[in-house]
């Protein structure tokens, strides 16, 4: 398995180190794209402060990185590092006076005031996790006022022995008090909350061909099992399928499985979720689920290298941007998406050490 990771993480730079082309964007009629911000070396998750600066992880750098855009012409006018030498730092929230910060091996808080563009102290840690597979951790905050922690798989098929991994973990703001909250996704990269309801992404496994298993956005609830590792879903809300090439177990452990509610193309590797809560946008994409597809790496036609929107509703599943992939040449690899507070919709591209601006209208 070792190995498997290995290969994914060299596909990964490889694509990112092979872009030479501007991405040549397509989107719905009335929408634009413009440049926010350059210069970043691996710009993932992003966050807005309550004083309204988006706040980006950068775990290539191990920073926090704050972009200002005071004079409000949709263009980043400065940037500061708010916090350095951080273990890849990804899923970002603030909550309580504090902004908390997941690592690849925990999750850490800074005491944050509105305005604050650098760290007044050091990184409190809260809580260990365990290393190594899938690097990215994720941190967000339910309407509970708990703090809810997403933990890939180790592998790419197999029975993990930390409970931790392919699992969501909610805990008390502090750290303490952790349990299961969602288990079976293999790689849960993306979580939103819409009013009481959490939604997340999930990476499937890989080795199955260019067509299996189709990548999936859950409605995660409490106590729920998503399948992985012994099933997937094939089509959204029925039943889940028995993985024949994992031998653990029969297939009577789908029947107890809770399916995703939308697909999209087997390893486009969905990340990042938001939901839109904007005002610019015209009124059928307000509270649309808006998902960035990270794109493949062992797929013979990639797929993925986009953003689509998910209706929370139905679960259909329709293009929005598009132009990272030109052909089979990669030209960008879309991660996060924000809600900015003029309206406009923040994208990550952690291949360009980009963040884009979508708007409607000039």
């Given at each position: 398995m070792k190995h498997l990771i290995s290969l994914a993480l060299l596909a990964v730079g490889s694509l990112g180190a092979a872009q030479t082309q501007a991405p040549e964007f397509k989107a719905p009629s009335g929408f634009q794209v413009g440049l926010y911000a350059d210069g970043l070396k691996q710009p993932r998750f992003m966050a807005l402060s309550p004083s309204g600066e988006v706040f980006v992880s950068d775990p290539g750098a191990g920073t926090i990185e704050v972009l200002a855009d005071r004079n409000g012409d949709g263009k980043t006018d400065g940037r500061t590092t708010f916090a350095s030498g951080l273990n890849k730092p990804h899923g970002l929230?603030?909550?309580?006076?504090?902004?908390?910060?997941?690592?690849?091996?925990?999750?850490?808080?800074?005491?944050?005031?509105?305005?604050?563009?650098?760290?007044?102290?050091?990184?409190?840690?809260?809580?260990?996790?365990?290393?190594?597979?899938?690097?990215?951790?994720?941190?967000?905050?339910?309407?509970?006022?708990?703090?809810?922690?997403?933990?890939?798989?180790?592998?790419?098929?197999?029975?993990?022995?930390?409970?931790?991994?392919?699992?969501?973990?909610?805990?008390?703001?502090?750290?303490?008090?952790?349990?299961?909250?969602?288990?079976?996704?293999?790689?849960?990269?993306?979580?939103?909350?819409?009013?009481?309801?959490?939604?997340?992404?999930?990476?499937?496994?890989?080795?199955?061909?260019?067509d299996l298993p189709p990548e999936g956005i859950y409605k995660a609830a409490a106590g729920k099992f998503y399948g992985w590792p012994y099933c997937y879903t094939v089509k959204p809300g029925q039943p889940q399928v028995w993985d024949s090439d994992f031998k653990g177990k029969?297939?009577?452990?789908?029947?107890?499985?809770?399916?995703?509610?939308?697909?999209t193309t087997a390893h486009a590797a969905p990340l990042g979720i938001t939901a839109y809560t904007g005002k610019t946008f015209p009124a059928a994409y307000r509270g649309q689920l808006f998902v960035a597809l990270h794109g493949s790496w062992n797929r013979t036609q990639k797929s993925g290298y986009k953003v689509v929107?998910?209706?929370?509703?139905?679960?259909?599943?329709?293009?929005?941007?598009?132009?990272?992939?030109?052909?089979?040449?990669?030209?960008?690899?879309?991660?996060?998406?924000?809600?900015?507070?003029?309206?406009?919709?923040?994208?990550?591209?952690?291949?360009?050490?980009?963040?884009?601006?979508?708007?409607?209208?000039?």
């Open positions: 929230a603030f909550h309580g006076g504090y902004l908390y910060v997941a690592n690849t091996d925990g999750v850490v808080r800074f005491p944050y005031k509105s305005g604050d563009r650098k760290a007044s102290a050091a990184a409190q840690k809260l809580l260990s996790l365990p290393e190594g597979g899938h690097w990215t951790r994720t941190v967000t905050f339910g309407p509970d006022g708990k703090m809810y922690v997403a933990t890939g798989s180790s592998c790419n098929v197999c029975e993990e022995k930390d409970a931790r991994r392919a699992a969501i973990w909610v805990y008390d703001a502090d750290g303490k008090n952790g349990k299961p909250y969602a288990t079976g996704l293999r790689n849960s990269v993306g979580q939103v909350w819409v009013g009481q309801q959490m939604y997340a992404t999930s990476n499937g496994r890989d080795m199955l061909g260019d029969t297939a009577e452990v789908c029947k107890q499985a809770t399916p995703a509610f939308a697909l929107t998910v209706d929370p509703g139905s679960g259909k599943v329709s293009d929005f941007l598009t132009g990272f992939l030109k052909g089979q040449s990669v030209t960008g690899r879309p991660v996060d998406l924000l809600t900015a507070p003029d309206g406009s919709l923040l994208l990550t591209d952690d291949s360009s050490g980009k963040i884009w601006r979508i708007q409607y209208g000039k």
